[in-house]
């Protein structure tokens, strides 16, 4: 309390202090427009003098402004003391007139004004903002004093009393500010001076300002002032406490000592503040009262352990884990079905069916809001877009996203959490990544959860059987936390590039949904729409510094990248773009409009050719389509002729299945062989070398049967294989020709390469009807029960060029 006066001596103090006498100016004035000067960190009364010192410009072009004219002004404070240059909005409703007594300009600059308060004001509206704040202003009118005449001198003497006592408990404000109070006989204006000059909160001051009510108004600053008296009694026994303890050469022992005895005074050593502090976080969180207990017992053990102790900071770190959790604290969903497509639509190109999967769980979820959550699995080859994907779904519905890369994980703790006995003990990176997200049901995003590894410290795949099932994961038990934990309302969005590597059970778990490649339309509009555009943003380029047109882009996707989704198209554009950046740092002239030769020259000769898979010169050569990790990829079977003894070889690092499909196809054929006029002789007097390229790259599958029937049915024939024709299929012995998968890989990659037909399994046609017709587009499919009509599609009647003339053994007559 009247700190402000502590640097001040008597004369400085009376100066300071105005005379009693009611101000009549503006009892008259309803409304009027005044300049308004936002003060910080203090708050003016009525009839109360305060020095201030004025910093801002605008602040000093008002006061010389006033100081000329009326010397009136309005004087608020602001709500935020660090806004230089606040708006009305960011000031108090409340305030004060106020007149300017006096104009200091000190020899360092700065210029310090003393005013004294009028009349309380209510800030109405904003008149105009430059060269400084004015505004409207509307007078309030204060309740009436109370009227008898005893009541009024008890208030005063309370008042009084109390403000004595903080004089007498605080050395540091000046004797003669009891003088000053001795001469205050006016109620109005002894509340409005100990209101201002108590010691509090500027916003505790400002409701000061705001009562209207006399009796609230007094009752409210006798609080304040008790507390003040409170304190200061409190420093004074700290201080006769310690004083006894005082070592001039042990000042540092001096200090430990005053603020042991606050600690006994705040109610008892500094561990147990901290434990009354987690007790009163623990209040406030609404997890069941399993939990709670469990908590309670925690806390209590924590309050009986030795500050010192190893254990100590172990159980303090378990229960602030604890208190950190979203226990039962959601997000609300945002369930704005249409809005949620637009973002989808947005942010990804395609993906239809992905995007009908999350569309339906918005709508049941806007049904039954306590549904739990789906597993789904994005499955599919790289860089098509499955994790940015897990984005776009937690910006659709509104939730937090957590994003955890499982590649290469093998320790099982990392799911479950080590036990807390454990020295550097902590919880499994799932409920550390909840406690991340702050909410319980973020959408959690569990990337490359085909590539989990396992090894001599457990499986992580089996322990992630519990956090993916439904029917169990609404009671998730960490190893370090001991408590079960409701992650039902998760959404996990899990990512793979392969389901074969995923344990049986834990796919079993998981809604799987298949993302294929891209076809070159969507390519080009994703690189027109997403790729083009943050790749100028990412090299500091602006989106007029130049274009690329499809026919552009089209060279870019089909000479320079050969992939299912689009990550080397990034890579290929970013290149571009640093080319022109370069150009524009280095100040040279450039093209803004690149051509497909523009993009040749940038990127250099081109890395594939899609002419080379159109040729049919040869016998024995046939186009065949398979699935990889990285989508679909057609790849050639080759088949050649050699005099020897009817031996068979295999090439090409081919495994089990292929080497199977190659015996079982050449079986067949033998035992064709009349029916496709070969010479039973050509078998036992030729040998046969089946090779398939890139022989460094380990293959395998079923779906090369049909493919090496057909180029041993041409090299033993002679004949040609039609042009521009891919097929796939396993084949047994009957010639019955079985389905396949990844069909639409298959497709895309025939698309890529310049394929005009392809031949499948009659059964694989229920595959091709779930394809949208845009990917069927330019392709003729044939689909087949038998090796027969195989041959008969693939095979032409001419035979190639240089057909071999195959020498038999003359027959016996």
């Known amino acids: 309390m009247l700190s402000q006066f502590s640097d001040l001596d008597s004369d400085q103090l009376i100066s300071i202090i105005p005379a009693e006498g009611d101000d009549k100016e503006f009892d008259d ?28 410009k605008k602040s000093v072009k008002l006061v010389k402004k006033a100081y000329k004219d009326n010397k009136t002004i309005g004087v608020i404070t602001q709500r935020n003391s660090n806004s230089d240059d606040p708006s009305l909005e960011e000031l108090y409703k409340y305030g004060t007139v106020a007149k300017i007594l006096k104009v200091l300009v000190l020899p360092d600059g700065n210029t310090t004004i003393i005013i004294q308060g009028k009349k309380k004001i209510e800030a109405v509206e904003t008149i105009q903002k430059d060269p400084y704040l004015t505004a409207k202003v509307r007078m309030v009118h204060e309740d009436k004093l109370i009227e008898s005449e005893e009541e009024t ?125 987690l007790r009163k976080r623990a209040a406030k969180k609404d997890w069941h009262e399993q939990v709670a207990k469990h908590f309670d017992k925690e806390l209590d053990k924590l309050g009986r352990l030795n500050p010192s102790s190893a254990e100590y900071p172990i159980a303090l770190n378990y229960c602030e884990f604890m208190l950190d959790l979203p226990w039962n604290e959601f997000t609300e969903d945002d369930l704005d079905l249409k809005k949620a497509q637009k973002i989808l639509d947005k942010d990804h190109y395609g993906l239809d069916k992905v995007k009908k999967r999350i569309i339906e769980y918005l709508a049941v979820l806007k049904l039954k809001q306590d549904m739990k959550a789906p597993i789904l699995c994005l499955y599919g080859p790289p860089g098509v877009g499955k994790t940015s994907l897990g984005k776009s779904v937690a910006k659709a519905l509104g939730r937090k996203y957590v994003r955890m890369s499982l590649g290469g994980l093998k320790d099982e703790s990392e799911i479950r959490g080590h036990r807390k006995t454990y020295i550097g003990a902590m919880a499994g990176r799932i409920m550390q990544s909840i406690k991340k997200a702050g909410t319980s049901n973020p959408v959690f995003i569990l990337d490359e959860i085909d590539k989990i590894g396992a090894d001599f410290r457990g499986d992580p795949s089996s322990a992630f059987l ?96 050969r992939e299912s989704g689009v990550r080397n198209l990034e890579r290929k554009l970013g290149a571009v773009s640093r080319s022109i950046a370069t150009h524009i740092a280095m100040e040279d002239e450039y093209k803004k409009r690149l051509s497909s030769n523009d993009v040749e020259e940038i990127l250099g000769v081109a890395h594939f050719d899609k002419d080379k898979y159109q040729d049919n010169e040869h016998a024995g050569v046939v186009t065949g389509l398979a699935w990889t990790q990285v989508g679909g990829e057609i790849l050639f079977i080759e088949s050649s002729l050699s005099k020897g003894k009817g031996r068979i070889t295999l090439s090409g690092q081919l495994g089990d299945v292929m080497k199977e499909s190659a015996t079982t196809a050449l079986s067949y054929l033998r035992s064709q062989a009349k029916s496709l006029g070969i010479d039973y002789n050509i078998f036992e007097n030729y040998d046969l070398h089946v090779h398939v390229p890139a022989g460094a790259v380990p293959k395998d599958g079923p779906s090369a049967g049909i493919t090496m029937l057909t180029a041993m049915a041409s090299i033993y024939t002679q004949r040609k294989v039609k042009q521009k024709l891919a097929m796939t299929g396993e084949i047994t012995l009957r010639g019955t020709v079985l389905p396949v998968g990844g069909i ?31 990917y069927l587009k330019g392709l003729t499919l044939h689909f087949v029960k038998n090796a027969e009509e195989v041959l008969e599609i693939a095979l032409l009647n001419t035979k190639v060029k240089n057909a071999i003339q195959f020498e038999l053994p003359k027959k016996e007559k």
């Open 466 to 561: 519990e956090v993916l099932d439904p029917e169990q994961n609404d009671s998730f038990l960490d190893n370090y936390l001991e408590v079960e934990y409701d992650l039902s309302k998760v959404m996990f969005i899990a990512t793979a590039n392969s389901l074969e590597t995923i344990q049986p059970a834990l796919r079993d778990r998981m809604e799987i949904i298949e993302i294929n490649g891209y076809t070159l339309e969507e390519k080009t509009e994703i690189a027109k729409k997403h790729l083009l555009p943050k790749q100028k943003k990412e090299h500091g380029l602006k989106s007029g510094d130049f274009s690329l047109d499809a026919k552009g882009i089209k060279t870019v996707i089909e000479g320079y990248t």
């Open 744 to 774: 639409k890989e298959k497709l895309l990659a025939a698309k890529r390469a310049g394929i005009k037909e392809i031949i499948f399994s009659d059964q694989n046609k229920k595959d091709v009807n779930e394809i949208e017709e845009q």
């Open 29 to 56: 004035i309803d409304e009027m427009e005044l300049p308004i000067l936002p003060l910080r960190n203090m708050v003016l009364f009525p009839g109360v003098v305060l020095p201030i010192t004025v910093g801002r």
């Open 153 to 277: 001198s008890a208030v005063i003497n309370s008042l009084k009393e109390a403000a004595y006592k903080i004089l007498e408990l605080n050395p540091d404000i000046p004797q003669e500010a009891s003088g000053a109070l001795d001469n205050i006989s006016s109620l109005g204006f002894l509340l409005n001076f100990l209101c201002s000059n108590i010691n509090a909160e500027v916003k505790e001051k400002q409701g000061l300002l705001e009562i209207n009510n006399v009796h609230e108004k007094v009752k409210t600053l006798l609080e304040y002032m008790y507390r003040e008296i409170k304190i200061l009694e409190i420093k004074q026994e700290i201080h006769s406490k310690v004083s006894s303890d005082i070592d001039q050469q042990q000042r540092d022992y001096f200090l430990r000592q005053q603020m042991k005895v606050l600690q006994d005074e705040l109610g008892g050593e500094g561990p147990q503040q901290e434990i009354e502090s």
